[in-house]
């Protein structure tokens, strides 16, 4: 493999807890050396397992950022056996600008794997993770939320694999993530995200989706740091069993079928006819796009496509044609 250009002072080998960078070149217009300093800690205690906890590969997804700096400044490394890889803010160009993409080359982190170590900040970063951080670890938590576009019910996330000893594995941790829903998303057969990567790698994987519309939910919140909390019990990194207080698992276990999305047609402004978390029927009125420049033209209406939970919602009213609207999660067959 073509050697990478970033450069760290951490040591993934050494014990106890390190906080710093990777630091990756990036020389704009104003900085002739500059770097992008992405931050990460490492917290390492005796036997056990690797975990990789993620934030910010959407700039605008913060309860996972949040949550993953809490546990940077407070955990002690004695209360672990294992190691944690840290990486509250992936995308640190989004983060700081509090946008699903990098404002540096425009683009979106999770459609860029498997990455280049010589390319864009964006896809040297998805090589980071897919060629140095994965083959270290056992398992991957990625800490999504729906971001400026979308709200979404807070749910833990499985990228399903083709090996069914693997989906045994997503769904346990799923489930001790403990989140309201547990919803299985392929992202339309996408490879290039960071889960299906980490899937592909045969890591024990899960992600989220957390409150969003670009803000920050005091429940999410709550789920976020008790969910991450479980994880470290589930994999073995902690002492104790998962405190189960928000799932019905297994029948909150719900998938996004390829009728689960709901697109507009048309420019103009999205009025939903159900809050989040309605139950739904497939051909029942979902919502109406307006046109407010000529309000002699009839609204639009959208019906649903599938039966389901009114799972994600848009958040801004304007919309343009191909726009999501409305994301139904469908039950899964017992
Ligand atoms: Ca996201």
């Known amino acids: 493999m073509t050697k990478q250009a970033w ?99 425009g683009l979106n982190f999770n459609r860029t794997f498997p990455g280049d170590p010589l390319g864009s900040p964006t896809m040297q970063l998805s090589s980071l993770v897919n060629d140095f951080l994965f083959p270290m670890a056992h398992a991957f938590v990625d800490l999504h939320s729906g971001g400026s576009s979308l709200s ?14 693997l989906n045994g594995k997503f769904e346990n941790a799923a489930a001790a993530f403990d989140a309201p829903m547990t919803v299985i998303i392929s992202n339309r057969g996408d490879p290039r995200t960071s ?50 207080t928000d799932s019905r698992f297994p029948e909150s276990v719900y998938e996004l079928t390829a009728r689960a999305h709901h697109l507009s047609e048309d420019d103009g402004v999205f009025e939903p006819l159900h809050n989040l978390g309605a139950e739904v029927r497939a051909g029942q009125a979902a919502g109406r796009v307006h046109f407010l420049s000529d309000p002699r033209r009839a609204p639009k209406q959208l019906n649903f496509a599938t039966d389901g939970i009114l799972y994600g919602l848009r958040h801004p009213g304007r919309v343009r044609a191909g726009n999501c609207c409305m994301v139904v999660a469908s039950r899964c067959p017992a």
């Open 195 to 244: 889960t299906a990567s980490a899937v592909r790698a045969g890591l024990v994987t899960v992600g989220t989706e957390l409150g969003g519309a670009g803000t920050v939910s005091p429940d999410a919140v709550r789920i976020c740091r008790k969910g991450v909390h479980n994880l470290l019990r589930h994999f073995g990194l902690m002492e104790g069993s998962p405190t189960r």
């Open 7 to 105: 450069q760290t002072d951490i040591d993934f080998d050494k014990g106890g807890k390190q906080t710093g960078f990777i630091r990756l070149p990036y020389s704009g217009h104003d900085d002739a050396w500059g770097v992008v300093p992405v931050p990460i800690a490492v917290i390492s205690n005796g036997q056990g397992p690797t975990v990789i906890l993620q934030g910010g590969n959407h700039g605008d997804e913060y309860e996972g950022p949040i949550i993953l700096g809490e546990i940077v400044r407070d955990l002690d490394p004695g209360s672990i056996s294992g190691r944690l890889i840290i990486v509250p803010a992936i995308n640190l160009p989004a983060v700081n600008a509090g946008q699903r993409v990098s404002p540096i080359d």
């Open 152 to 165: 979404i019910i807070p749910s833990a996330i499985i990228d399903p694999s083709d090996d069914p000893a």
